[in-house]
T-cell receptor, first 113, second 111 residues
């Protein structure tokens, strides 16, 4: 049973470009969470999605950031017009039910130059 | 707002010593999870505690959930360099069940 898959592992974008981060949850998991982690810091909640629905986006910046989890395919975290401050590790986790154990992917490290 | 506070924030100890890491909240959680994260990797789930007063053991690691389900502790016996990492507690909030994380404890075990 494959774990949570995130790609790409590393992503370099120039200021003003768009970044698309993908997350394929574990098989049978319909709940996805996105987190952001700065160096030497903990994980900050961004958004919680269930298939085709955003359940909680209270941690997501109001501008430039969006997330989706379509009926088919991976969950996507999209950052438009990236700035240097967006540089961070972005982690995705999945669980089979809301509030159930969450399992993490290996993250995407975004560097904005 | 539900928050999870961990202490200590940093811990550097010698191999063979014992240590305890704490995770505290003013809110009740239906469950708490403990994760360990190594540099460049995602957090790895160690254990889930669900019942107030519950104690779970994982080799040299002992996890306890407070009776009121507002706090948890992780005790490591005879720490080894391989235990080095960032230890995180996490739990689902009431309402939307989003997972929030504690502030983290960065452990370094010296050989």
């Amino acid at each position: 049973n494959a774990g949570v898959m995130q790609n790409p592992r590393h992503l370099v974008r120039r200021r003003g470009q768009e970044a698309r981060l993908r997350c394929s949850p574990m098989k049978g998991h319909s709940h996805v969470y996105w987190y952001r982690q700065l160096p030497e810091e903990g994980l900050k909640f961004m958004v919680y999605l269930q298939k085709e629905n955003i359940i909680d986006e209270s941690g997501m910046p109001k501008e430039r950031f969006s997330a989706e989890f379509p009926k088919e395919g991976p969950s996507i975290l999209r950052i438009q017009q990236v700035v240097r401050g967006d540089s961070a590790a972005y982690f995705c986790a999945s669980s089979p039910i809301g509030g159930g154990e969450a399992f993490f992917g290996q993250g995407t490290r975004l560097t904005v130059v | 707002t539900q928050l999870l506070e961990q202490s200590p924030q940093f811990l550097s100890i010698q191999e063979g010593e014992n240590l305890t890491v704490y995770c505290n909240s003013s809110s009740v959680f239906s469950s708490l999870q403990w994760y360990r994260q190594e540099p460049g990797e995602g957090p790895v789930l160690l254990v889930t505690v669900v019942t107030g007063g519950e104690v779970k053991k994982l080799k040299r690691l002992t996890f306890q959930f407070g009776d009121a389900r507002k706090d948890s502790s992780l005790h490591i016996t005879a720490a080894q360099p391989g235990d080095t990492g960032l230890y995180l507690c996490a739990g689902p909030t009431s309402g939307t069940y989003k997972y929030i994380f504690g502030t983290g404890t960065r452990l370094k075990v010296l050989a």
